[in-house]
Structure formats: structure tokens, C-alpha cells
């Protein structure tokens, strides 16, 4: 972590488009709440307002008894240029969206379905993913090893410390093949001094 503002989503797993490399775009955020006793919840309908590039940000709670994902959300993301989708909760059909390699991070997979258990809330507004206020527009960045968001006035700054570490990883790598220790590689290129945290 670099330390200007970037936040981990802890408890995320990449359940799909493994092995496809990062993903990064601006958040698209809903908040799913339950639904209240009496009350319908058909199918969120938000989909095909999502605009290409984005990363669809799903906040809900950590719920595990429903889903708010299908293939079928990921059929239509796939056809609009979507990045991929950051679930506080649960995905379905696994198998359809891993056949599809749509990018999908979540905390699980199960086949029940949200319909009539939990209800679409809120479109584009700040949401809790796994304990994380996330604004629409924040940046979201994704790989093998979990997710993360970005605030999108830090985000230029991210970008600039990000091609930094690169530069010097890179070249205590080509150091590392010419023989040279790792802790004098570090120190060679002031790997330490990068100013980053935990």
C-alpha cells in the first residue's frame, strides 16, 4: 500500500477472469439493503445504464444467504465494455461467468438468487464495501491478489508513486540477475525510502 488514501476491500477473492491481469476503472456504486416483510423486489434493472470502463460496486452488506450477481448481468457487462464487478456479498453461476472470463470479485458463490430478499436501494451514491466508503467516480483497481479503491482526487498521485515502484522494482530485478544481493539491491535504488505503509 502506498499511503495516499488507497484502501484494501478485505475479504474479496477474485472468483473470475483469473489469471486476466488487473482491472481498473471508475466506481459504478449500488447499495442493496433486505427487503421488508410484504415487500416485492424484482430484479434490479440498472445494467444497461452502467457506462463502459466502469467497475461495477456492489454494496451488501456481506450478505451470504443471496446473490446480486448472475451471468447474466455479466453477459450484458461484457457487451458494454464493463471492467468487472467488486461484490460486498455474494455471486451465482459461477460457472457460466468463469466460461465468459468476466473479472468478479466477491466473498463467495451461492445459488440463491436476491430476488425478493434483498432490493436494489441506491444507484451512484456513497456506499460501505467491506467496511470502506467507496464515492462513485473513486477509482477501483483489481488483480489476482484482491481489490482496492482509490479516492478520485488521489488517484493522479497513486498513478505517479505506482510507475515509481515499478521503475525500481524493475531495476532491482536486473540487479538481482547480475548477482547482486536483494538487501543491496534495496538499498541500491532506496527501495525502503519509497514511503511506503501498511
Known amino acids: 500500500m502506498l499511503g495516499l488514501g488507497e484502501t484494501g476491500l478485505l475479504g474479496l477473492t477474485r472468483m473470475s477472469g483469473v489469471g486476466g491481469g488487473a482491472i481498473a476503472g471508475p466506481a459504478y456504486t449500488l447499495r442493496f439493503v ?3 416483510a410484504g415487500r416485492a423486489a424484482p430484479a434490479a434493472d440498472y445494467i444497461d445504464d452502467v457506462p463502459p470502463g466502469s467497475v461495477v460496486v456492489m454494496a451488501n452488506d456481506g450478505i451470504t444467504y443471496c446473490t446480486v450477481w448472475g451471468d447474466l448481468l455479466a453477459v450484458v457487462a461484457l457487451s458494454r465494455g464493463i471492467k468487472g464487478t467488486v461484490i ?3 455471486c451465482r453461476d459461477l460457472g457460466e461467468i468463469r466460461a465468459l472470463g468476466y473479472p468478479l470479485w466477491s466473498k463467495g458463490s451461492y445459488m440463491k438468487s436476491g ?3 434483498v432490493r436494489l436501494e441506491a444507484v451512484q451514491v456513497p456506499v460501505t464495501v467491506c ?4 464515492e462513485p467516480g473513486d477509482l477501483v483497481v483489481a488483480d489476482d491478489a484482491g481489490a482496492l479503491t482509490v479516492p478520485a482526487d488521489a488517484a493522479e498521485a ?3 508513486r505506482i510507475l515509481k515502484v515499478a521503475e525500481v522494482e524493475a531495476a532491482i530485478r536486473r540487479d538481482l540477475a547480475e548477482g547482486v544481493t536483494l538487501r543491496e539491491a534495496r538499498a541500491r535504488h532506496g527501495y525502503n525510502a519509497l514511503g511506503l505503509v501498511r
Do not use: C, I, L, Y
Not at 131 to 134: D, H, I, M, P, S
Open 158 to 160: 497513486v498513478a505517479d
Open 131 to 134: 467496511g470502506v466508503r467507496v
Open 34 to 36: 433486505p427487503v421488508e
Open 115 to 117: 430476488k425478493q430478499r
Open 88 to 90: 460486498d456479498g455474494m
